[in-house]
C-alpha cells in the first residue's frame, strides 16, 4: 500500500469511530480535528459514503456528515407477481 492509500485508510478509521461516537460533523471540522489535506478529506469520505456508513448533505462549501450505519432504513416490500387465471 502507498502513502496516500494509508492516510485515506487511516483517516476512514479515525473519521469513523469519531463520527459513530458523535453522530454528526462537518466536513471543516473533520478537516481540522484529524489534520487532513483536502484531497484525503474527501476520498476518506467518499470512501464512508461508499460502504453506506454516512449520509452527506451540501451546506455552501461544507457538508454536513452523518453517521447512518446504525440507522435501519425500512425496506419496501416488493410485491409479488402474480399471473391472472
Partial sequence: MNPLQENIQTAV???GEFLAKNGK???WQLKVTFRLSA???YLALGVLYQQG???LEADGINY???WTED???P???VASAQ???
Fill in 53 to 55: 456508513k454516512i449520509s
Fill in 25 to 27: 460533523a462537518t466536513s
Fill in 75 to 77: 425496506q419496501p416490500e
Fill in 64 to 66: 454536513h456528515v452523518t
Fill in 83 to 85: 399471473s391472472p387465471n
Fill in 13 to 15: 478509521t479515525r473519521m
Fill in 71 to 73: 440507522v435501519q432504513t
Fill in 39 to 41: 484531497s484525503v478529506l
